[in-house]
């Protein structure tokens, strides 16, 4: 094997990439950049009627918005057929292949039988001692066969993985399993082990739903003399009830949770501890996480996913944000009419309160709206303070510069702390609570605060 550790992601683009997926690749790709290696893509495209084009570039798009590049150009296995059939025929030349006959209601009433007798549901064999006149004869009559492997009939399949251990697997339980369907695609268990081995792949990290792939993708590996990667399979997300996690459990898609303004970076720093245990608090670049990552870290028990936590990097990530990316962020909720300076004291003032982008929603209509709305609190708080308070800060307004409006007001009641700043937050803002009010008050266009202090002098 070769020294340069070189992983790979490997998704089926049969629709949207999901969060379990999303982890896989972040894993992959922390792995190879913790050994200097490299991170390949290769879309499983062979079923040709659910692999759409749109999904293959969205997913794309969706893993270099995560920051995860990978180092050549992708491979598309629907590309590979002549490949496939090539080493398929060596298979079955080596006597490590053969035709099988049986259809489906045939397999389903043969499966049955073997799972009532207390035997293990695997195939029976019955092909597999066909003579080749017999064979031969069979395809001339037109009957369509898969090609199965050739599973040995004692012996064992071992291997150690990343994440569980060693593993020990017995070539009588497994049975001899479909190498090419009857229609002429080849599968699963086949093009994905020989495309590792082809493309130089050292370590693959997928979901623990693959653990019971891994021999029979070992046994051709043997056979065709091809290098095997270590394996390691990650367990799987749950939702919120302990189940795999779905859209019926809070499951939320990539793209759907980018839509709602979830920066990569707070993903990221979730997944990164969904299954991967590390001493390491805040918010990790993904160098940081790579320099971090340790195969040994991977938990063997499920990961629990929750939004509340996504949302606490989410947090996180958004107060790191600097003003041209929040500007962005934020896109079209900005008022298309700012001057640089309103953009960028707006953002300011609201970044440290806002999770998500439509939560400056309220705070545009407070900032650049009519006069806004008054709660219960602030109206009670302003019904009760000096007028002569409002008056001073009315007069001292004009600049936008609440140094100076307070300073005003203080020195025209007195006043000082939560007496003083209660009434004029509730004056401008129609709220007792929110973003500091400086820098949101130089946002405001000129003659606003003024005009609403001084309804109440």
Known sequence: MSSVTITRFAPSPTGELHLGNARTALFNAL?????????????????????LTQHTLQLQEDLRWMGLEWDAEPLHQSQRGDI?????????????????????????????????????????????????????????????????????????????????????????????????RADGSASFFFTNAVDDALSGVTQVLRGDDHLANTPRQLLILRALQLPAPQYGH???????????????????????LREQGILPEAIANHLYRLGHSTAAEGLLSLEQMAGLFDTSHLQRSPAHFQ??????????????????????WLGTRLPADLTPAQRDNFITALLQNVVQPDDVLP???????????MDEEAAVVVAAAD?????????????????????????????????????????????????ELGPLLRAMPQGTARQRLARFA
């Open 84 to 180: 496939y059939n090539a080493l398929l025929a060596k298979l079955e030349g080596l006597g490590a292949a053969y035709p099988c006959f049986c259809g489906a209601r045939e397999l389903e009433l043969a499966r049955a039988a073997r799972v009532a007798s207390s035997l293990p549901p695997r195939y029976s064999g019955r092909c597999r001692n066909l003579s080749i006149d017999e064979r031969n004869a069979r395809v001339a009559r037109g009957e369509s066969a898969s090609l199965r492997f050739a599973v040995p009939e004692s012996g064992a399949v071992e291997f150690t993985d990343m994440v569980h251990g060693p593993r020990h697997f017995n070539c009588a339980d497994i049975g001899d399993f479909v190498l090419r």
């Open 387 to 435: 007028k002569n308070l409002f008056a001073a800060a009315a007069a001292a307004a004009e600049g936008n510069d609440f140094a100076a409006i307070s300073a005003a007001a203080k020195a025209a009641t007195g006043l000082r702390g939560p007496a003083l700043f209660k009434p004029l937050r509730a004056a401008l803002t129609g709220r007792l609570a929110g973003p």
């Open 307 to 328: 939004m509340s936590q996504l949302l606490g990097w989410q947090r996180e990530a958004v107060h790191k944000l600097d003003t041209p990316r929040a500007a962005q």
């Open 363 to 373: 705070w545009v209509q407070v900032v650049f709206g009519m006069q806004p709305a």
């Open 234 to 256: 990650l367990a799987l997300i749950t939702g919120d009830d302990g189940a795999p996690l779905s859209k019926r459990n809070g499951a939320v898609g990539l793209r759907a």
């Open 31 to 51: 792995l190879a950049r913790r050994g200097k290696g490299a991170f390949l893509l290769r879309i499983e495209d062979t079923d040709a009627a659910r692999s």
